[in-house]
């Protein structure tokens, strides 16, 4: 019987992504839709990394499971490498509104756009210890409207340069040949692939 690890996030955009990264690898995946009785810890980390083992740790201890966790956001260099850990809640969940400060932002320095990054820090924790972690970063620039429906979170507003257009103008194939989070899950993917006893108990 292979061994379960959880993919430790509520965000399904993310879930949908991590699944289609690990897909094939000698552990049975599980989700939270499976533990409804864990609430959401709080992100108290001031970096990316702290935030990530905090949940990975977190759901590993409330689940009895190896949980795989991230933390992202966007760093936008305009914005002193804003808003950072704090994207996924700054200026609220609806994402138009976010667009909207962000360029609000930019207008108020006299910039029309500015060089921004993805990051992600990957984690996977067990029995209060962290197994393996991973970062990815993507680096690009504000487009200088919203384009595309793809995708989910900032992607719209990504300007790729080496695609041409923005993150949320392509299908979740090339988006994730290049994503931060793409990046990190298959880095830990690989650790967990060359060491199957990783996640021996």
């Known amino acids: 019987m292979s061994t379960p690890i959880l993919i430790a996030t509520t965000n399904r955009g993310k879930q949908r992504e991590i699944l289609e990264i690990l897909h094939g690898i ?3 995946l599980r989700t939270l839709s499976e533990f409804p009785g ?3 810890p709080e992100e108290t980390g001031s970096t990316f990394a702290a935030n990530a083992r905090l949940k990975a740790l977190y759901y590993a201890e409330h689940s009895g499971l190896p949980s795989v966790a991230d933390d992202s956001g966007i760093e936008i260099d305009a914005l ?3 808003p950072g850990v704090h994207s996924a809640r700054w200026h609220g969940t609806h994402y138009p509104t976010k667009f909207a400060a ?3 932002e930019l ?3 006299g910039l029309p756009t500015s060089p921004a990054r993805f990051v992600a820090h990957a984690t996977l924790a067990d029995r209060g210890a962290i197994l393996a972690e991973a970062i990815g970063i993507v ?3 504000i487009a200088r409207e919203p384009r595309g429906t ?3 979170g900032y992607d719209p507003i990504f300007y790729y340069p080496p695609y041409g257009c923005t993150l949320g103008e392509v299908d979740g194939a090339r988006k994730a040949a290049v994503s931060h989070r793409g990046q990190a899950f298959r880095q ?4 967990m692939m060359a060491d199957p006893r990783l996640l021996d108990r």
């Open 26 to 28: 000698p552990f049975e």
């Open 38 to 40: 864990i609430a959401e």
């Open 80 to 82: 002193d490498n804003g």
């Open 102 to 104: 962000i360029y609000r």
């Open 107 to 109: 207008q108020a320095r």
């Open 139 to 141: 680096a690009g620039e």
């Open 150 to 152: 793809h995708g989910f």
């Open 188 to 191: 830990l993917r690989a650790r």
